[in-house]
């Protein structure tokens, strides 16, 4: 049995999962977006999994903060890029998939 949501929905399932803080709002709304174009263009259904998410993705505010967890080699976004997918929330921070 599937349920669709909207992204308040998404939102929901984070607070309802007590992993509000793993994200920020605009994080949040990001990686919705990113999962509804996700299944758009490949034609396959996500399941909403919240703790899977929690643990196969990281919000970043700065590269700084990325490079603090990955170490020296990304002096650039797309850098990261060449690593693994990238969702930018604005000019400064994004969200990956951990590698």
């Not at 174009?37 to 929690?54: H, K, N, P």
């Not at 603090?68 to 997918?85: A, L, P, R, S």
Request: net charge negative.
């Amino acid at each position: 049995m599937k349920k669709s949501i909207n992204e308040s929905n998404f939102r929901d399932e984070f607070q309802n999962y007590n992993r509000q803080d793993n994200f920020s709002y605009k994080g949040l709304g990001a990686l919705y977006e990113w999962l509804e174009q996700y299944e758009e263009d490949t034609g396959e259904e996500v399941e909403l999994d919240v703790i899977a998410l929690c643990c196969e993705y990281t919000e970043y505010e700065n590269l700084e903060e990325f490079v603090g967890n990955y170490g020296e080699g990304y002096e650039t976004i797309e850098d990261i890029e060449y690593k693994t997918t990238v969702i930018m929330i604005d000019n400064d921070s994004f969200i990956i998939q951990d590698f």
